[in-house]
């Protein structure tokens, strides 16, 4: 079993360029939730959807947007990427709100230059 | 919001040594607590849970947490620890209120031969 698949695994973007990352998940989750991790800083939240139709904002939503496609996917688009952007980031689900533990994606590399 | 703390960057234990990685966090209401470890280059792991009943919740690799009310702490320990321990820690907590699950910033156990 997948698990959760997050592609493309490394990206170079060039300042102001656009792409999104594509999150599936098949454990049939409710949540989705995706961050960015950066030295020193840990895991920051930037959105996450509750259930299908559902997005919200976390701790560092500025730049970014997200749709929850269906169950099983959430993507991240940046319109206008920018240095600052350059982080890895993770995916992850989780069964239900409340007392289950997320799991996360192997990953996306994201270089701005 | 809901917020956590490591207060820790780096512990170095030797190997057989007990250890402790420190989380404190803030959050309204009962909590869901969470560890979660990093191997390099890799997605998070899941170590263990605290949501209610018992302060000491045992978990995998011979981890377990114990989680203190009154001092909003949910310590991670292992009483001999092993090289293969080595990794970065995360704790995370949940607000049983909404979906958010927050991460702290880390904290990057060393265990020496």
């Known amino acids: 079993n997948a698990g959760v698949t997050q592609t493309p695994k490394f990206q170079v973007l060039k300042t102001g360029q656009s792409m999104t990352l594509q999150c599936a998940q098949d454990?049939?989750?409710?949540?989705m939730y995706w961050y960015r991790q950066d030295p020193g800083m840990g895991l920051r939240l930037i959105y996450y959807?509750?259930?299908?139709?559902?997005?919200d904002k976390g701790e560092v939503p500025n730049g970014y947007n997200v749709s929850r496609l269906n169950k099983r996917e959430f993507s991240l688009r940046l319109e206008s990427a920018a240095p600052s952007q350059t982080s890895v980031y993770f995916c992850?689900?989780?069964?239900?709100?409340?007392?289950?533990?997320?799991?996360f994606g192997q990953g996306t590399r994201l270089t701005v230059v | 919001a809901q917020s956590v703390a490591q207060p820790e960057d780096q512990v170095n234990v030797a190997e057989g040594n007990p250890l402790t990685v420190k989380c404190t966090y803030s959050v309204s209401g009962n909590p869901y607590l969470f560890w979660y470890v990093q191997y390099p280059n890799r997605g998070l792991q899941f170590l263990l849970k605290?949501?209610?009943?018992?302060?000491l919740v045992k978990g995998s690799y011979g981890f377990e947490a114990e989680f203190n009310k009154s001092q909003t702490s949910f310590h991670l320990k292992k009483p001999s620890a092993l090289v293969s321990d080595s990794a970065l820690y995360f704790c995370?907590?949940?607000?049983?209120?909404?979906?958010?699950?927050?991460f702290g910033k880390g904290t990057r156990l060393h265990i020496l031969p």
């Open positions: 992850a689900s989780s069964a239900r709100p409340g007392a289950t533990e997320a799991f």
């Open positions: 959807s509750a259930s299908e139709g559902t997005t």
């Open positions: 454990m049939n989750h409710n949540s």
């Open positions: 605290y949501i209610t009943g018992d302060n």
């Open positions: 995370a907590v949940r607000d049983p209120r909404d979906d958010k699950i927050i």
